[in-house]
């Protein structure tokens, strides 16, 4: 069946803009997560959705960064005022079962460069 | 706050040697282990799960153990291929309820034909 997919693929903006980066999780999974990869920095929860209520944002490096999912699919991570130091691999991952058998799966990443 | 160590950072070895890569982890109150692979400009790809009741999990030529005392997992690789190559990525979640993984710094390893 068809995995996690992210979209852009790639993108390049310029500092101060902002950008929208998608999720679509694997059909039928109710938990969904955000994390970003930086270089030097490894790779960082941002924020994790059950359904369309997040109760663990604390990921979230500062109020320019929020997203949100809507009919318990798709989600939207939005940075607004991009500054370079934004520049990642932004990974989607989503899971079915909560708990101990929990394994999350992971979409391709958009990477992001904010010039 | 839960600190996941991968050591070495990277590794290089000769094709059909089997092969140990390390995690540590500072929180032994770990609900299940994590390894993934991440091939170069790709997502991650799941590996084995270890839940804390378990001591290891085996998936063909893989088999991790987990050791919540001592804060370690281990990932074996026997007779490792070309197609090993990959950065390997051991992740840890802490509690239920507390549903983020974190992640450990990263392997990347080298197979050589």
């Known amino acids: 069946g068809a995995g996690v997919s992210q979209s852009p693929s790639n993108k390049v903006t310029e500092k101060g803009k902002d950008v929208e980066l998608r999720c679509d999780p694997i059909?039928?999974?109710?938990?969904l997560y955000w994390y970003r990869q930086s270089l030097g920095q490894g790779l960082e929860f941002l924020i994790y959705f059950q359904g369309n209520s997040a109760p663990d944002k604390s990921g979230l490096p500062s109020d320019r960064f929020s997203a949100e999912r809507t009919g318990g699919s798709v989600s939207t991570l939005t940075i607004q005022r991009t500054q370079q130091e934004d520049s990642a691999v932004y990974l989607c991952?989503?899971?079915?079962?909560?708990?101990?058998?929990?394994?999350?799966?992971f979409g391709p990443g958009t990477r992001l460069l904010v010039l | 706050k839960q600190e996941v160590t991968q050591i070495p950072a990277a590794l290089s070895v000769p094709e059909g040697e089997n092969l140990v890569l390390n995690c540590s982890f500072t929180d032994s109150a770990i609900y299940n282990l994590q390894w993934f692979r991440q091939d170069p400009g790709k997502g991650l790809t799941s590996l084995l799960l270890?839940?804390?009741?378990?001591r290891e999990q085996t998936s063909g030529r893989l088999n991790a153990s987990l050791d919540k005392s001592s804060g370690r997992s281990t990932l074996y690789i026997a007779a490792s291929q070309p197609g090993d190559s990959a950065t390997y990525l051991c992740a840890g979640k802490r509690s239920f309820g507390n549903e983020k993984l974190t992640f450990g710094t990263g392997t990347r390893l080298t197979i050589i034909p």
């Open positions: 270890i839940q804390s009741s378990q």
């Open positions: 991952a989503s899971s079915k079962v909560r708990g101990l058998q929990e394994t999350q799966y």
């Open positions: 059909s039928g999974h109710t938990a």
